[in-house]
């Protein structure tokens, strides 16, 4: 650790632009932090320096218990992002990556559960003339605006006790309601009160104005759960089994699935889905046309395809709507999934239903495909996989599920007993399977990777839905629960680390290899993914890697 960071920094006025890049290394400020310039900036065009500002203990001075836990933690980190991305927001050249409306573990943001000191993570255009140095405002940015916005962020904090207390806490309640959710047979739970509507497709926050109904949970489904903080609170539980959810068209059936899609994640005070959570093996599958498929058993759903292709070892560059949403589902099971969420809206309806007069019509040897509604039930009774579904279109299903749920002008109602009644009388379909045969287990060769990423991994992300895999390109518009731009680049990082690491050794499964993965992240995987590369970026969950993973174009899988 060096000091005079300042001095050296003015006497560099005006020297070439890559003097910077001696200045990496860590260096002591006169406040007591330590500034840390992880990577240089080789021009003044070059993507942003790297810089790290660690503020020791004595100066955050926290109450430990806002930093004894690692949900505590991120919580607390969440709240301190947030407010130093506003103190730093007049500066064009620094940039603190905050996130939206989910609380996630991020790089820009950390709290050590070791003595509650913090450590913030952000891009710092190093300022030029030209290719020179401009030494001067170097100076006013590392070593006064940047400090002076931690200091102000911290100052905040302590002054704002009781808001960043409430953070912490709702956090904290979010995460125990989840975990309770296994216990009382639950896949979901949304609260009384909850705000699910959002204020536009392109903004999370939550929708406002007289029009915006709170959520009223029927009375059949009513749950209560005491929570550590919010004490009792009452809502809709969402029953293991198959789940149904009907109503016409604008009443809010998609609001409601898309609550439960985010309900993996924590979300921050005022979001209104603070109490509206599912379990964490919860996967959301849609049909993607064009996505690549690898060797995926599909044959539950397709089967007997006119070119004779073997639909047990089924590979593709170019899935159909319905071939690609079979395969995710597959491959959501590979890899851990436990719960399935189906929107009508994005899924492929032949893939879904297949009522009895086409069944009339078109002979089951001369249709490919089996739909869901015939190994549904199987995947919950056999597999343990639940399912909720927004149907309104077809009554198929209705014979299937275990729960209906009707939703009426955004209100929900149980409305099994009407649909066991309506649907005992026979529409003269034939099941057309018994059940799920179970998924098959893929290795990823690591041979495939292309020998640049394997040698020296590369993996990035392009924009807010695009990884640049080596000389692939993966397409993550499909991967729904990706909740933040930045879980692109955490998700980029962990595929690397996998390759570095060896987890793909052409041995284990992709399930065992994510198992591996995760191991590697439960500690302090903030730390375990910055070991790839200093970036913003926000921890992902093992479904989504393996939804990037499965769409890596050139990425072979061996079958055990
Ligand atoms: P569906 O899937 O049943 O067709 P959506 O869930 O897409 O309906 O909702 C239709 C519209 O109603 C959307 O614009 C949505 O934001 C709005 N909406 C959903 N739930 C509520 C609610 N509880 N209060 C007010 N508006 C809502
Ligand atoms: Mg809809």
């Known amino acids: 650790t060096r000091s005079g960071l300042a001095g050296e920094l003015r006497s560099m006025e005006g020297a070439q632009y890559g003097r910077y890049k001696s200045l ?5 400020l006169p406040g007591g932090e330590t500034l840390e310039l992880v990577r240089g900036q080789a021009d003044p065009y070059a993507p942003p ?67 509650g000191s913090v450590t913030l993570r952000l891009g710092a255009a190093l300022p030029g003339r030209g290719r020179r140095i401009d030494g001067r405002e170097a100076e006013r940015l590392l070593c006064q605006v940047l400090p002076g916005a931690a200091e102000r962020t911290l100052r905040y904090a302590a002054l704002e006790a009781e808001a960043v207390r409430e953070f912490v806490e709702t956090v904290e309640d979010s995460v125990a309601l989840r975990e309770a959710l296994d216990g009382l047979g639950l896949v979901g739970f949304v609260a009384e009160g909850a705000v699910l509507p959002r204020r536009s497709g392109v903004d999370d926050r939550p929708a406002t104005g007289g029009g915006v109904v709170p959520f009223a949970s029927p009375e059949e489904l009513r749950v209560k759960v005491t929570l550590p903080h919010a004490g009792e609170v009452r809502g809709m539980g969402v029953p293991e089994g198959v789940n149904l959810v009907v109503g016409g068209g604008f009443h809010g059936k998609s609001t409601l699935l898309r609550a439960l899609e985010t309900g993996i994640w924590d979300h921050v005070p005022g979001d209104g889905r603070e109490l509206v959570v599912s379990r964490s093996e919860t996967v959301k599958l849609r049909a993607e046309d064009g996505r690549r498929v690898e060797r995926v058993d599909v044959h539950a759903f397709v089967d007997h395809l006119p070119d004779g292709s073997d639909t047990t070892d089924f590979s593709t560059e170019n899935a159909s709507g319905s071939t690609s949403q079979a395969a995710s589902l597959c491959e959501a099971v590979e890899a851990g999934a436990r719960v399935l969420l189906i929107d009508e809206d994005t899924a492929a309806t032949n893939l879904m239903i297949r009522d009895a007069r086409m069944q009339a019509l078109v002979a089951k040897d001369r249709e490919p495909l089996t739909p869901l509604v015939d190994s549904i039930r199987s995947l919950h009774r056999d597999h343990g996989v639940s399912t909720v ?172």
């Open 389 to 560: 579904l927004v149907m309104g279109g077809s009554g198929d299903y209705l014979e299937v599920a275990d729960r209906v749920v009707m939703m009426d002008a955004y209100r929900p109602s149980d409305v099994t007993a009407r649909a066991r009644e309506i649907a005992s009388v026979p529409t003269g379909r034939n099941a057309e399977a018994d059940s799920f045969p179970g998924v098959v287990s893929r290795v990823p060769d690591p041979d495939s990777l292309d020998a640049e990423v394997r040698g020296r991994a590369r993996i990035r992300a392009r924009g807010e839905d695009v990884l640049s895999f080596g000389d692939h390109e993966v397409d993550l518009r499909a991967v729904e629960q990706i909740a933040d731009p930045r879980q692109v680049t955490g998700i980029g990082l962990a595929l690397e680390l996998m390759v570095r690491r060896g987890m793909l050794d052409g041995r284990r499964t992709l399930a065992e290899a994510l198992t591996l993965l995760d191991g590697e992240l439960t500690a302090d995987a903030t730390s375990t993914l910055l070991t790839v590369r200093d970036e913003d970026f926000a921890v992902p969950r093992r479904y989504e890697t393996a939804s990037a993973l499965n769409r890596v174009r050139g990425l072979r899988m061996l079958r055990r």
């Open 24 to 28: 990496v290394g860590r260096w002591e």
């Open 49 to 115: 320096a790297r810089v790290a500002l660690h503020v020791p203990a004595q100066l955050t001075a926290f109450p430990a218990e806002l930093w004894e836990t690692p949900t505590r933690r991120r919580a607390l980190a969440s709240y301190l992002a947030r407010q130093a991305a506003h103190a730093v927001r007049g500066e064009k050249a620094l940039r603190v990556d905050a996130g939206g409306q989910e609380v996630l573990e991020r790089s820009s943001c950390t709290v050590s559960g070791e003595d």
